[in-house]
């Protein structure tokens, strides 16, 4: 049963459905979690925040006497610790990233094969996309980073089919953070799988074009959001959301966007969820014509795109993923280069990463994993004025897998 709480009545083990206030207003990059130490009281009790939402079902209620933690971590998915911190125990991580790039090679699988059959006219398998679409929702339960990051990594050949796979994972990502059902969950998964099924009728050559496009190449492409609903249209099965997503992830808060010049709540929250979703993974991907920019970076020019995205879903996005997001490059008071490799869910300006570059002594290192949040590192991320694009710098960047 949720129940709304001064923020003074909180104490260990009540789990947080909902913060009420701007995520200004607090520390914390995410909506939901169990309050398991002083430090989480500390920081909620500090913050601007006067009333949050608990879900007595999955921890302590106020009237509840102090009870061993296993009460308040039992939960309605069968115990498993879906907030245990992101960078936990070294062998959990390593079969959730292993589940999660099973996920990823199977969504990439199916989707190349539903391009192929919308290609040549043949039936999309709908109840397939289904399936695919609940692992993806069932790996960012398990561990929020590990599909997210696996994702992110595209061969030049695979990227329409592998975009798919990234968007619907940031789609269900999203979707959690803003505190959505499960069935709207998966369908946040699926509508990111079929977004771009429209790019089947796209000539390689314009996809693929190292260059910029001539104005009739972008009229060809402008195309794809129509093409792609049409086809979906034909297929029994295909919920009328999915089809809303494909057909208006490009349009915009302004009304400058395509193909209806639809404008603010005009827009469905899953087509603008969408929006966000396919502009950030195609931002920060490598394309032929140009390289993919720092995930941070990405993140910082969004914010100043007036007009694009929805604001209020833009800054859940940066929940969802972090300040900080997996793959992006700090410069560290110790003079130092790492690549964020995961999240601390209740410390998102102290995220883990990886150390590979001697900034003193410009050359790369050997790679150390840090905790930015672990007690004792006196390591902190160096302030910067405006978001800074690594990516560009041709620095050789260390895997953020594993």
């Known amino acids: 049963m949720l129940k709304r709480v001064p923020v003074s009545q909180l104490r260990i083990g009540m789990y947080i459905h909902e913060l009420c206030g701007s995520w200004l207003d607090h520390s914390f990059w995410r909506q939901r979690f169990l309050i398991q130490q002083d430090s989480h009281l500390s920081r909620l009790r500090d913050s601007k925040l ?7 079902d999955r921890g302590l209620d106020v009237e509840d006497q102090a009870q061993p933690m296993a009460r ?31 996920v990823r090679d199977a969504s990439g699988d199916v989707v190349a094969q539903m391009f192929s059959d919308a290609q040549l006219g043949r ?18 339960d398990e561990h929020p980073d590990a599909l997210l990051s696996l994702a992110r990594i595209k061969r030049a050949d695979q990227y329409t089919y592998m975009h798919s796979v990234a968007v619907a994972a940031l789609m269900a990502s999203l979707a959690r953070e803003l505190g959505h059902s499960e069935e709207q969950v998966r369908l946040a998964g699926m509508a990111g799988l079929l977004h771009d099924i429209g790019k089947v009728g796209i000539p390689e050559k314009i996809l693929n074009k190292p ?3 001539t104005d009739e190449e972008f009229a060809i492409v402008r195309r794809h959001p129509v093409e ?21 992830h490009h349009e915009r808060i302004d009304g400058r966007g395509y193909p209806d010049g639809l404008a603010g709540e005009q827009i469905s929250l899953l087509a603008r969820m969408g929006a966000i979703c396919d502009v950030y993974d195609a931002i920060t991907s490598n394309r032929p014509y140009k390289k993919g920019w720092d995930p941070a970076f990405s993140l910082g020019k969004m914010a100043e795109w007036t007009g694009q995205f929805d604001e209020d879903i833009l800054a859940a996005f940066v929940r969802a993923l972090g300040r900080f997001p997996v793959g992006s490059i700090l410069s560290l008071t110790s003079g130092e280069l790492a690549v964020v490799v995961a999240q601390n869910r209740d410390a998102p300006d102290a995220p883990v990463a990886k150390v590979f570059y ?30 800074v694009d690594w990516a560009q710098s041709g620095l050789n960047l260390p895997s953020v897998v594993g």
């Open 50 to 56: 006067e009333w949050v939402w608990i879900d007595t």
């Open 228 to 248: 792609g609903a049409a086809m979906l249209r034909e297929e029994p099965g295909i919920p009328p959301e999915v089809l809303d997503v494909c057909l208006h």
């Open 72 to 102: 308040a971590v039992g939960r309605r998915d069968g115990g498993r610790a879906q907030d245990a911190d992101a960078a936990g125990p070294a062998d959990e991580v390593h079969q959730a990233y292993e589940r999660a790039r099973g």
């Open 123 to 140: 039936r999309l398998d709908v109840q397939q996309a289904e399936r695919l679409a609940q692992d993806v929702a069932g790996s960012i």
């Open 358 to 387: 001697s900034n003193r002594l410009c050359q790369y290192t050997a790679e150390r994993r840090i905790d930015l949040s672990a007690p004792g590192c006196d390591i902190r991320i160096v302030p910067a004025v405006k978001p």
């Open 211 to 213: 260059g910029r496009l």
